[in-house]
């Protein structure tokens, strides 16, 4: 059984450039979110997807937005990059919704803003 | 404002040593509680799911308790081993979303 695929796994991109990052959930996973993990913040909650609709966001501004596609598939675009946006983002999907939604991460992608 | 705290922030112990790693949260309205293991510049790996209306949790050396009303759960890990070595993080679940304590570096000595 695949596990959570994102991509691209490294991207090295220039401050006020815009990027997007994939995510592929689990095959029957609906619920998709993503974190962004940073050594002086930690892992802070992005944004989290269920059949298409945003059911929550955290407090990012707003250069930071997703979507979810009809497959469950997702990607988080960030828009003129500063060199703070660097971290580890990681994307984690889940079955179901409540207490019993186990949720599973991806490898993430290393975003390094210059 | 929900909070997740671990401590210690960073551990060693030489192997076969029993490990306890502790997490409190401030909010008792979860839906479940979930520990998680992290190896440098890789994501997180799933260790222990416990549902709200659990006390615990075992999968092989690997034991979780949560108490709701003292707001804090404790990973044990028995007979460490080197490969037991990672940070460990854990995370409280409601409002769709994980919030994550700092997590704990675990050394285990050969």
């Known amino acids: 059984k695949a596990g959570v695929t994102q991509t691209p796994r490294y991207l090295i991109k220039t401050r006020g450039q815009q990027v997007t990052l994939s995510c592929s959930p689990i095959s029957g996973h609906r619920s998709v979110s993503w974190y962004q993990q940073t050594p002086g913040q930690g892992l802070q909650f992005l944004f989290e997807?269920?059949?298409?609709?945003?059911?929550n966001k955290g407090n990012f501004p707003g250069r930071f937005s997703g979507r979810q596609f009809s497959n469950s598939r997702s990607e988080m675009n960030v828009s003129t990059l500063e060199l703070g946006d660097s971290a580890l983002y990681l994307c984690a999907s889940s079955l179901e919704t409540g207490e019993r939604a186990e949720a599973f991460f991806g490898q993430g992608t290393r975003l390094t803003v210059v | 404002k929900q909070e997740v705290t671990q401590i210690p922030a960073a551990l060693s112990v030489p192997e076969g040593e029993n490990l306890v790693l502790n997490c409190s949260f401030t909010?008792?309205?979860?839906?479940?509680l979930q520990w998680f293991r992290q190896d440098p510049g890789k994501g997180l790996t799933s260790l222990l799911l416990?549902?709200?209306?659990?006390r615990e949790q075992t999968s092989g050396r690997l034991n979780a308790s949560l108490d709701k009303s003292s707001g804090r759960s404790t990973l044990y890990i028995a007979a460490s081993q080197p490969g037991d070595s990672a940070t460990y993080l854990c995370?409280?679940?409601?409002?769709?979303?994980?919030?994550f304590g700092a997590g704990t570096t675990v050394t285990v000595r050969a």
């Open positions: 909010d008792s309205a979860i839906y479940n």
């Open positions: 997807y269920f059949s298409e609709t945003q059911r």
């Open positions: 995370a409280r679940s409601n409002d769709y979303k994980l919030s």
């Open positions: 416990i549902q709200s209306s659990q």
